[in-house]
């Protein structure tokens, strides 16, 4: 272990290079946790905190609402269960998450991706400053308190796509779980157990957390964490700029700093 100052513990650790030679291990933890409660309309409490990654809440449907399946074989436009309104008509280009004619939440449609259920284009660098705004819009259509007096199918309906909703606004709202989920749709799987066996990274984790450990004050804490930002906001772009050469190697290199980065800024967060 380094016994070194503060300073020179941080200013060194800052400096390195990081390069993938030798073999050290070191557990990742996962930066996912699951929604394990029912959302709530009024709170906003209920899309903060962890993100939630790759929730799959697949509802098969019987009887009448086998004619509200998202698209048909032949490419039409999906209708809805209840009343068969044909999507195109009511719900223009938005996802057909709830009908317009009829107001029933339709059943969860695994083909519709978390970009297309806020209107976004499906890539890296998007405006999160309106997310939000859209996702308490689709909450106010889409939240089980809406359906209490509804049949129980509907019910089920809408519980999967409340949900689905919000695991959407926590994945794309954070740089991290939002490059996790675009590689994901590029069928590059990122395992967020992994072991990492990059002896020079682990180094400068060490001593970065060293000096957080022997921090003076929130002052020299708040040093630290303005530094590590300065990190995150390097791999981000460094992760964009590999998704658009389609290098996902690289890519899922810049993930793993990320998360390394990360999860030194949430230790920081807890001690100020």
């Known amino acids: ?50 993100s939630l990654l790759g929730r799959r809440d697949s509802l098969r449907c019987s009887g009448r609402s086998c004619c509200s399946e998202s698209a048909s074989d032949d490419g039409s436009a ?13 719900a223009g280009t938005a996802p057909f998450l709830a009908c317009g004619s009829c107001r029933s939440v339709q059943p969860v449609d695994e083909s519709v991706d978390y ?19 859209k996702y308490k819009d689709w909450q106010k259509k889409l939240h089980p308190d809406l359906v209490h007096s509804k049949s129980e199918q509907e019910k089920e309906y809408a519980a999967g796509q409340s949900a689905r909703v919000i695991d959407a606004y926590r994945t794309l709202s954070k740089p991290l779980t939002r490059a996790i989920y675009v590689l994901k749709l590029e069928g590059v799987n990122v395992d ?35 530094q590590m930002e300065d990190k995150l906001r390097h791999w981000y772009n460094s992760f964009a700029s590999s998704l658009h050469t389609r290098k996902f190697e690289d890519a899922q290199t810049c993930v793993r700093r990320m998360k390394y980065y990360t999860r030194v800024n949430e230790e920081i967060t807890k001690k100020l």
Do not use: H
């Not at 999906?78 to 009511?90: D, E, L, M």
């Not at 259920?117 to 997310?131: A, P, R, T």
């Open 78 to 90: 999906p209708k809805c269960w209840n009343c068969g309104a044909v999507a195109g008509k009511s």
């Open 115 to 133: 970009f297309q259920i806020f209107g976004l284009e499906k890539k890296y660098d998007i405006d999160v400053s309106n997310l939000e705004g």
């Open 192 to 226: 967020e157990e992994e072991t990492v066996s990059e002896p020079e990274l682990l180094t400068e984790i060490l001593e970065i957390r060293e000096a957080v450990d022997e921090a003076a004050d929130s002052q020299a804490l708040r040093q630290i964490q303005s």
């Open 1 to 50: 272990m380094w016994k070194r100052s503060l300073n020179a513990s941080l200013s060194a650790a800052l400096r390195r290079t990081v390069a993938p030679t030798g073999r050290a291990a070191v557990r990742v933890r996962s930066s996912s946790q699951r929604l394990r409660r029912r959302p709530s309309l009024s709170s906003d409490a209920g899309i903060a905190g962890s």
